[in-house]
């Protein structure tokens, strides 16, 4: 395993819309995404996509670990969880058109954080590196992590999202923004 660069704003990769994974069970592959988590881990992110670290393909990361659930609101602490998960060739279905504002940030766009309305009821599918077929409903900061990082596999970063960049902040003058 090994851990990958960080693409950041600006590069090209991050531009364009990912190719779909013909073979999510071959093991470049597997490589990948095995080098995706060490790097994911180490960068301390809730989630990667394969753009991210220069690999135009359709696969993505995450997790949404407990301990993040600090900074969010009310609504997103609904189900702030998700699993370690591989997730290739993602489609997103929107249950609910309802959105809710929520802070984001990204490896790709260090030092900054956004304020980001997204739809806050989801259901999310594909496959894992096994070949297991994956679908899950998510809430919360779930929801919004899947959705962050299926934007980079379109060519989308968080801050594209936002109606107002008045909320785009360094990480350094969120607490005049967030309480406690």
């Known amino acids: 395993?090994?851990?990958?660069?960080?693409?950041?704003?600006g590069h090209p990769v991050l531009m364009k819309k990912a190719e779909s994974v013909a073979d999510p069970t071959?093991?470049?592959?597997?490589?990948?995404?095995?080098d995706m988590f060490e790097t994911m881990v180490d960068a301390n992110g809730a989630g990667l996509a394969a753009p991210q670290v220069h690999v135009s393909l359709r696969v993505v990361v995450f997790q949404a670990p407990a301990e993040r659930a600090d900074s969010l609101?009310?609504?997103?602490?609904?189900?702030?969880?998700?699993?370690l998960t591989v997730l290739?060739?993602?489609?997103?279905?929107?249950?609910?058109?309802?959105?809710?504002?929520?802070?984001?940030?990204?490896?790709?766009?260090?030092?900054?954080?956004?304020?980001?309305?997204?739809p806050a009821h989801i259901r999310y599918r594909g496959f894992d590196h096994e070949g297991h077929k994956i679908e899950r409903v998510a809430k919360g900061f779930h929801a919004r992590v899947v959705q962050h990082e299926v934007d980079h596999l379109e060519g989308i970063l968080y801050p594209q999202r936002m109606k107002d960049l008045r909320p785009?902040?360094?990480?350094?003058?969120?607490?005049?923004?967030?309480?406690?």
């Not at 071959?26 to 095995?34: C, T």
């Not at 929520?102 to 956004?114: A, H, I, K, N, Q």
Request: with cysteine; charged share 35%; hydrophobic share 40%.
């Open 26 to 34: 071959a093991p470049e592959v597997k490589r990948l995404v095995a």
């Open 73 to 83: 609101t009310d609504e997103e602490r609904y189900e702030q969880t998700a699993p």
């Open 88 to 118: 290739i060739n993602p489609e997103i279905e929107i249950l609910d058109e309802k959105t809710e504002p929520g802070w984001e940030g990204c490896l790709s766009v260090p030092g900054l954080r956004g304020l980001v309305e997204r």
């Open 1 to 9: 395993m090994a851990i990958l660069k960080i693409a950041r704003m």
């Open 168 to 180: 785009l902040i360094f990480e350094s003058e969120i607490r005049h923004w967030v309480k406690g």
